[in-house]
């Protein structure tokens, strides 16, 4: 971002702190502008949204201060769209140039207040997931993705309402919604292939399962969608060891998971033992440990409450990004 640029975002984000406004939304721009404060010092404001701010500079004398004005407003309405709103920057600035100018502060308040709504839902709504993750992922759509390694993470949660998903995501990938950062611990992918497969006594084999240790502060803990995959876990009360494995090019997914049941062994876990393995089936049957990977998106987190870990679920339709039936459970 150039100097230039940068400049435009700091400025725009010192007007909106003293900007006049509907006095119902006065108290709400200082929490946005420490937003957009914290973000452009994390930065986290993509470098196309200040050009796409730019209204011009060539200016008559006549009526100068009055312009600039409008001009300010028109930046912070630009900006709050794109970097909290998840607007795309150009639709947002031909969105501000049909305004009227003395339209402008109401329009300002508006995007405010859109805002703080959006974060006031949001920590309401991390708060039904870890007290009510079932009620939660009954009702609401998750999408939670991934990371490079396992252990406790800064994640964001935040609402994409082009797509209607409550996303879980690293809080440094996310430039444009308005969001609830939230610890959790993620847990990474291991590849069944690479597994290892001892001789079990009297036949079969067992298969060496990475397991890792679901410690530290966070009260979630996350994978990245199952496509697939398998999540093999030991858990007893506040312990709980787990793996995330994927299917191979030759072991497809209802195979990995029988087999997984059949003999996988959780380093880490007491005895190398294990719980169970939630996976997918071609039938899903009674069993909470079983989800349908054809036609569905699903996925599995981990919630603690009062020291207590336990597991849940959610499918809900593939290739749907907005609507369709969502089936929240219990794994365990």
Same mark, same amino acid.
């Given at each position: 971002? /150039?100097?230039?640029?940068?400049?435009?975002?700091?400025?725009?984000?010192?007007?909106?702190?003293?900007?006049?406004?509907?006095?119902?939304?006065?108290?709400?721009?200082?929490?946005?502008?420490?937003?957009?404060?914290?973000?452009? %010092?994390?930065?986290?404001?993509? /470098?196309?949204?200040?050009?796409?701010?730019? #209204?011009?500079? &060539?200016?008559?004398?006549?009526?100068?201060?009055?312009? #600039?004005?409008?001009?300010?407003?028109?930046?912070?309405?630009?900006?709050?769209?794109?970097?909290?709103?998840?607007?795309?920057?150009?639709?947002?600035?031909?969105?501000?140039?049909?305004?009227?100018?003395?339209?402008?502060?109401?329009?300002?308040?508006?995007?405010?207040?859109?805002?703080?709504?959006?974060? %006031?839902?949001?920590?309401?709504?991390?708060?039904?997931?870890?007290?009510?993750?079932?009620?939660?992922?009954?009702?609401?759509?998750?999408?939670?993705?991934?990371?490079?390694? /396992?252990?406790?993470?800064?994640?964001?949660?935040?609402?994409?309402?082009?797509?209607?998903? &409550?996303?879980?995501?690293?809080?440094?990938?996310?430039?444009?919604?308005?969001?609830?950062?939230?610890?959790?611990?993620?847990?990474?992918?291991?590849?069944?292939?690479?597994?290892?497969?001892?001789? +079990?006594?009297?036949?079969? #084999?067992?298969?060496?399962?990475?397991?890792?240790?679901?410690?530290?502060?966070?009260?979630?803990?996350?994978?990245?969608?199952?496509?697939?995959?398998?999540?093999?876990?030991?858990?007893?009360?506040?312990?709980?060891?787990?793996?995330?494995?994927?299917?191979?090019?030759?072991? &497809?997914?209802?195979?990995?998971?029988?087999?997984?049941?059949?003999? %996988?062994?959780? /380093?880490?876990?007491?005895?190398?033992?294990?719980?169970?393995?939630?996976?997918?089936?071609?039938?899903?049957?009674?069993?909470? +440990?079983?989800?349908?990977?054809?036609?569905?998106?699903?996925?599995?987190?981990?919630?603690?409450?009062?020291?207590?870990? &336990?597991?849940?679920?959610?499918?809900?339709?593939?290739?749907?990004?907005?609507?369709?039936?969502?089936?929240?459970?219990?794994?365990?």
């Amino acid at each position: 971002m /150039s100097k230039s640029d940068a400049t435009r975002i700091t400025d725009t984000i010192g007007f909106i702190r003293t900007a006049g406004v509907p006095i119902a939304h006065a108290a709400k721009r200082a929490t946005v502008a420490d937003l957009l404060r914290d973000r452009d %010092a994390e930065h986290r404001i993509p /470098s196309t949204i200040s050009p796409a701010m730019s #209204q011009g500079s &060539n200016y008559t004398v006549v009526g100068r201060d009055e312009v #600039q004005e409008q001009r300010h407003y028109r930046r912070a309405i630009i900006l709050i769209r794109a970097a909290l709103l998840g607007a795309d920057r150009n639709f947002a600035a031909g969105e501000v140039n049909q305004l009227t100018d003395a339209a402008l502060p109401a329009a300002l308040g508006s995007v405010l207040d859109e805002v703080t709504t959006r974060q %006031a839902e949001l920590t309401l709504k991390l708060a039904q997931l870890k007290a009510d993750p079932v009620g939660f992922l009954t009702h609401h759509g998750i999408n939670i993705v991934g990371a490079p390694a /396992s252990g406790p993470m800064d994640y964001d949660f935040y609402f994409d309402s082009l797509n209607q998903l &409550n996303v879980l995501t690293l809080k440094e990938q996310n430039q444009i919604w308005v969001s609830v950062e939230v610890n959790v611990f993620h847990l990474h992918v291991q590849k069944y292939a690479g597994l290892g497969a001892v001789p +079990k006594q009297g036949g079969g #084999q067992w298969l060496d399962v990475d397991g890792t240790v679901v410690v530290g502060a966070p009260d979630l803990m996350v994978t990245t969608q199952l496509t697939g995959c398998a999540v093999v876990y030991y858990l007893s009360g506040a312990n709980l060891v787990a793996a995330h494995v994927q299917p191979s090019a030759t072991v &497809n997914a209802e195979a990995i998971c029988t087999n997984l049941r059949a003999g %996988a062994r959780l /380093s880490k876990a007491p005895g190398q033992a294990v719980s169970g393995v939630f996976g997918a089936q071609l039938a899903k049957g009674g069993d909470p +440990k079983n989800y349908l990977k054809v036609g569905n998106n699903n996925y599995c987190i981990g919630v603690r409450t009062g020291g207590v870990w &336990n597991l849940y679920a959610q499918q809900r339709p593939g290739g749907l990004a907005i609507g369709g039936a969502k089936l929240g459970w219990k794994i365990t």
